[in-house]
């Protein structure tokens, strides 16, 4: 059984982060970069159904709900820590850039709002380090692993054939 969790669950952590990374590749724009990591989670959600389906049919159709929460968790937290390292990789090697965009707008909108001098630049910090790529990773890491939970309790609920 927990050789299904890992292999679901490298598979599609795997795919996120090569998708992530050949998207960026492949000239998708920063708007679509959303559906990007929305379509990351719906990788997630396959490796935690998938790995949970396969256990299920190896046990000969039958599993419990607590076996299938288990598998389906190791699934889809492995999954979720793979998806952390490319992304990790993606913010820091492959598009370190990808803020610049971001923070030239909220350096305008606070100087609109009538900031400037040390309280403009104390919040520009702030905000920079916020779109650090550790920032970001850790936070797509933490959301990422969450999500898994949720959708390995949803799939353990589609699966299981025993209580």
Not at 74 to 90: D, N
Not at 104 to 118: H, M, N, P, V
Request: hydrophobic residues 45%; aromatic residues 18%; positive net charge.
């Amino acid at each position: 059984m927990k050789t299904q969790s890992i292999k679901f669950g490298g598979i599609f952590g795997i795919a996120c982060g090569l998708w992530l990374i050949l998207s960026y590749y492949a000239g998708f724009s920063q708007e679509s970069s959303r559906f990007v990591f929305l379509s990351c989670l719906l990788f997630l959600f396959l490796g935690s159904f998938f790995a949970i389906f396969k256990a299920r049919k190896i046990s000969g159709g039958e599993i419990f709900f607590k076996d299938a929460l288990k598998i389906g968790l190791s699934a889809g937290v492995l999954g979720a820590i793979l998806f952390g390292i490319f992304t990790y990789i993606y913010y820091h090697y492959v598009n370190p850039e990808f803020a610049t965009e971001i923070l030239a707008k909220i350096e305008g909108s606070l100087k609109a709002s009538g900031k400037s001098g040390t309280e403009l630049q104390n919040e520009m910090n702030v905000w920079r380090k916020d779109y650090s790529a550790t920032s970001q990773t850790g936070k797509t890491l933490l959301f990422s692993i969450f999500l898994s939970l949720f959708f390995s309790a949803i799939n353990a609920l589609i699966l299981c054939k025993k209580d």
